[in-house]
C-alpha cells in the first residue's frame, strides 16, 4: 500500500472569514488507528486525521457546520464517524455535524445499522469510484437505491479520475437529491467540449442534482494557485446558484503531492463566488437546504 502525503499541519485563517454557519460539506476522519483499524483490503490507508484535529481546523477557517464522509478505508464499518459525530455535536443544542455513509453499508448491514447512523446525524450515502476497491452488482445497486429513498437520505456520487460523464445515467431514474463530488472532475482545459461538464450542465438542469465545489488541487492541470479551475466553477455556479456546495476534503485522500492549506482554499471558493450573497449560498444557505440542518 503506498504512502500518501498529510495535510498541512499549519492552516491558516481566510480572508476574509466566511458567513456564519458556513459548512465544510465534506471532510473525512482517519484514526487513531489503535481504535479504528482500516478494513481488510483496503484501498489506501491516511495518516491519522482525527475528529479533534478537524475541529481545530473548522475553528481556524471560521467554519461552524460539517459533513463527515465515510472514507473507503473503513467501509461499511462506520464506527469513526459515529465516534466523531458524538463527539463534535452537543447533546443538548441542534447538530452542527452530519454526517454521510459509505454505501456499502446500504448492502451490507441490517436495517437496525441504518437506522443507527441516521439517528446520530448521517444523511446520505456516498457511492464511491471503482478503484477504491467498493462496487456492486446491478440488483445491489438497485437495493441499495431503495434504502436511499426510503431513509430520505440523497446520494453522493464519486467521479472517476476521467471524469463523472459514464457514471450518470444508472443515477437517471432516482428521485432523489444527487450530489456530483469534485465538480465530475471535468477538465478545465476542454470548457464546454468536455463531456463530463456537458453532463453535469445537462443534469442541473434537473431539480435533483447538485454539484460540490471541491478538489480544485487535483482537477488543476496547472498546479496553485488553480487558475485554471475557476471558469470551470464559475460555470457550474451560474448553472445552478440554488444547488451548489463547498467542501474541502481534508485531508486530502491519496495525495501524491502536498496538499494544499484550507484558507488558501477557502479563498480560491471566493474566487469561484466574488459576490458576497452568492457565497452566502454556497457556504450556508445551500447545504443547510441539501442536508438539512437545523436553524
Given at each position: 500500500?503506498?504512502?500518501?502525503?498529510?495535510?498541512?499541519?499549519?492552516?491558516?485563517?481566510?480572508?476574509?472569514?466566511?458567513?456564519?454557519?458556513?459548512?465544510?460539506?465534506?471532510?473525512?476522519?482517519?484514526?487513531?488507528?489503535?481504535?479504528?483499524?482500516?478494513?481488510?483490503?483496503?484501498?489506501?490507508?491516511?495518516?491519522?486525521?482525527?475528529?479533534?484535529?478537524?475541529?481545530?481546523?473548522?475553528?481556524?477557517l471560521?467554519?461552524?457546520?460539517?459533513?463527515?464522509?465515510?472514507?473507503?478505508?473503513?467501509?461499511?464499518?462506520?464506527?469513526?464517524?459515529?465516534?466523531?459525530?458524538?463527539?463534535?455535536?452537543?447533546?443538548?443544542?441542534?447538530?452542527?455535524?452530519?454526517?454521510?455513509?459509505?454505501?456499502?453499508?446500504?448492502?451490507?448491514?441490517?436495517?437496525?445499522?441504518?437506522?443507527?447512523?441516521?439517528d446520530?446525524?448521517?444523511?446520505?450515502?456516498?457511492?464511491?469510484?471503482?478503484?477504491?476497491?467498493?462496487?456492486?452488482?446491478?440488483?445491489?445497486?438497485?437495493?441499495?437505491?431503495?434504502?436511499?429513498?426510503?431513509?430520505?437520505?440523497?446520494?453522493?456520487?464519486?467521479?472517476?479520475?476521467?471524469?463523472?460523464?459514464?457514471?450518470?445515467?444508472?443515477?437517471?431514474?432516482?428521485?432523489?437529491?444527487?450530489?456530483?463530488d469534485?465538480?465530475?472532475?471535468?477538465?478545465?482545459?476542454?470548457?464546454?467540449?468536455?463531456?463530463?461538464?456537458?453532463a453535469?450542465?445537462?443534469?442541473?438542469?434537473?431539480?435533483?442534482?447538485?454539484?460540490?465545489?471541491?478538489?480544485?488541487?487535483?482537477?488543476?492541470?496547472?498546479?496553485?494557485?488553480?487558475?485554471?479551475?475557476?471558469?470551470?466553477a464559475?460555470?457550474?455556479?451560474?448553472?445552478?446558484?440554488?444547488?451548489?456546495?463547498?467542501?474541502?476534503?481534508?485531508?486530502?485522500?491519496?495525495?501524491?503531492?502536498q496538499?494544499?492549506?484550507?484558507?488558501?482554499?477557502?479563498?480560491?471558493?471566493?474566487?469561484?463566488?466574488?459576490?458576497?450573497?452568492?457565497?452566502?449560498?454556497?457556504?450556508?444557505?445551500?447545504?443547510?437546504?441539501?442536508?438539512?440542518?437545523?436553524?
Amino acid at each position: 500500500m503506498p504512502d500518501y502525503l498529510p495535510f498541512d499541519p499549519n492552516p491558516r485563517a481566510p480572508v476574509p472569514l466566511p458567513p456564519a454557519n458556513s459548512c465544510d460539506s465534506q471532510f473525512h476522519v482517519f484514526g487513531p488507528r489503535d481504535r479504528f483499524p482500516v478494513r481488510p483490503g483496503a484501498a489506501y490507508e491516511m495518516p491519522t486525521a482525527t475528529w479533534e484535529i478537524a475541529q481545530r481546523l473548522h475553528r481556524t477557517l471560521g467554519i461552524t457546520r460539517g459533513v463527515i464522509v465515510q472514507a473507503t478505508t473503513y467501509g461499511a464499518d462506520h464506527a469513526v464517524v459515529l465516534d466523531a459525530l458524538k463527539n463534535l455535536n452537543s447533546p443538548t443544542g441542534p447538530r452542527t455535524y452530519l454526517g454521510c455513509a459509505n454505501a456499502a453499508v446500504l448492502t451490507e448491514c441490517d436495517d437496525a445499522y441504518l437506522e443507527k447512523l441516521h439517528d446520530a446525524g448521517v444523511r446520505g450515502a456516498r457511492f464511491t469510484r471503482a478503484g477504491l476497491g467498493i462496487s456492486m452488482s446491478a440488483s445491489e445497486q438497485d437495493k441499495a437505491f431503495s434504502r436511499v429513498k426510503e431513509l430520505g437520505w440523497y446520494i453522493k456520487l464519486q467521479p472517476e479520475p476521467d471524469g463523472i460523464e459514464s457514471q450518470l445515467a444508472a443515477y437517471d431514474k432516482l428521485n432523489v437529491p444527487i450530489l456530483l463530488d469534485h465538480m465530475g472532475r471535468a477538465d478545465p482545459t476542454k470548457g464546454d467540449a468536455d463531456p463530463s461538464l456537458r453532463a453535469i450542465l445537462d443534469r442541473l438542469t434537473r431539480g435533483n442534482y447538485w454539484v460540490m465545489l471541491s478538489l480544485s488541487e487535483k482537477i488543476s492541470r496547472e498546479g496553485a494557485p488553480w487558475n485554471d479551475v475557476v471558469p470551470l466553477a464559475q460555470r457550474l455556479v451560474d448553472a445552478a446558484p440554488d444547488r451548489c456546495v463547498w467542501g474541502s476534503d481534508w485531508p486530502h485522500p491519496v495525495s501524491v503531492k502536498q496538499p494544499p492549506n484550507e484558507g488558501d482554499l477557502l479563498e480560491l471558493l471566493y474566487r469561484f463566488a466574488p459576490d458576497a450573497a452568492m457565497r452566502h449560498k454556497i457556504l450556508v444557505e445551500n447545504p443547510a437546504n441539501l442536508f438539512g440542518f437545523e436553524a
